[in-house]
Structure formats: structure tokens, C-alpha cells
Nanobody
Framework: QVQLVESGGGLVQAGKSLTLSCEASGSIFSIGVMGWFRQAPGKQRDLVASITRGGWKNYADSVKGRFTISRDNTKNTVYLQMNSLKPEDTAVYYC??????????????WGQGTQVTVSS
């Protein structure tokens, strides 16, 4: 089993930055690709960004150029640096991890979610 714990959410003004962290514990050797999803009220949960163990990254079009995903395998932690935040980025952000034998997200393991609110 894998446990994911997010941190770093909060309330920020538009144009500001915020960094989310997600630390994995448990059977971390079984983790492959990791990523961040977000879900706004009344909307579906969408992929924001993903990163493989080797560092290959993928972003949603809505965050390209503003968000950066990174991963420290020595700390079992994935980060989401969010710059130039917009009110439409307001959502609950979820960390997600996939089993190493499967290439794509969404994966098996989810964090509890962290709220990000961007005020105009």
C-alpha cells in the first residue's frame, strides 16, 4: 500500500504563487508515474500535470507555462509549483500515484486533497 499526503494549499491573490507538496510513504518502490489532479465544485476531476520516475512531464493546456511539476525520488515527494494563479485555478488539488507496471494516470493511490483558493 501507498499513502500520499499533500500540503501547501491555501488562499492566495490572483497573480501570486503557491507550491504544493505530496509525500509518498509505504510501498514506494511500487510507484511509477505521479501527478496532480484538481476538482472544482460541480466539475469533474481533471489531470493538471504528471511526471514519470525518469522526469518526463505532461501538463494540461490550461496550466502550461504557469505550473511546474517536479519530483524528488530521494524524498519520495512530488511538487507542483503554481505561478500566475488565476481565480479559475480554484479547486481541491489531489496527488495521485500509479503502480509502476501501469503507464498512465489516474493511478491507484490518491491523497486526501488540499484546497487552493485564488481570489480576484
Amino acid at each position: 500500500q501507498v499513502q500520499l499526503v499533500e500540503s501547501g494549499g491555501g488562499l492566495v491573490q490572483a497573480g501570486k504563487s503557491l507550491t504544493l507538496s505530496c509525500e509518498a510513504s509505504g510501498s514506494i518502490f511500487s510507484i511509477g508515474v505521479m501527478g496532480w489532479f484538481r476538482q472544482a465544485p460541480g466539475k469533474q476531476r481533471d489531470l493538471v500535470a504528471s511526471i514519470t520516475r525518469g522526469g518526463w512531464k505532461n501538463y494540461a493546456d490550461s496550466v502550461k507555462g504557469r505550473f511546474t511539476i517536479s519530483r524528488d525520488n530521494t524524498k519520495n515527494t512530488v511538487y507542483l509549483q503554481m505561478n500566475s494563479l488565476k481565480p479559475e485555478d480554484t479547486a481541491v488539488y489531489y496527488c495521485n500515484a500509479q503502480e509502476i507496471t501501469k503507464p498512465i494516470l489516474p493511478g491507484t493511490y490518491w491523497g486526501q486533497g488540499t484546497q487552493v483558493t485564488v481570489s480576484s
